[in-house]
């Protein structure tokens, strides 16, 4: 019971938990599949519902804050709707230290038809070419994603 690993940090020390890592914002779609698309064997999911939490070393200070840690987050983290959706998903709770992002901050964003994943897209946010950017999600109605090998033909 003496092992420094097993005790509890929590009042033991007298400054902030410094959270340093990579943070995004993970996206979870979930939606209904009762049909293939036409140009691939894959399902077409219309979404309706849509969560969002911060990922990464976000979603460990978040953690951390919401056990009653002063927490400090260093993370890189662009200048773009991803950002201020994560800065906001993170509630004032977590102090955020944000190093400069050359390109946008990443987005993982994962799909499930009828409580099964479908798929899952990572966008790291530095290139704006419309392969790269597979998925968007209109504030109302269903995603509307295409294939990296076919968007922009």
Known sequence: MNDPANRPVHGSTKGPLVVVGDSLLDVDLEGSADRLAPDAP???????????????????????????HEVVLV???????????????????VEVVA????GGTSR???????GVPASTWVADGRSTHPSRRPCT???TGPARCSSPTTAGA
Do not use: Y
């Not at 894959?42 to 009653?68: I, N």
């Not at 993982?108 to 009828?114: E, G, I, Y």
């Open 42 to 68: 894959v399902p077409v999911v219309d979404v309706t519902r849509e969560w969002q939490r911060p990922g990464g070393a976000g979603l460990a200070a978040l953690l951390a804050a919401r056990s009653g």
């Open 75 to 93: 993370t890189a983290i662009g200048a773009d709707e991803s950002a201020d959706r994560l800065r906001g998903l993170l509630g004032g709770l």
């Open 108 to 114: 993982k964003t994962r799909v499930l038809a009828n």
């Open 99 to 102: 190093l400069p992002l050359v």
């Open 137 to 139: 999600t209109p504030s």
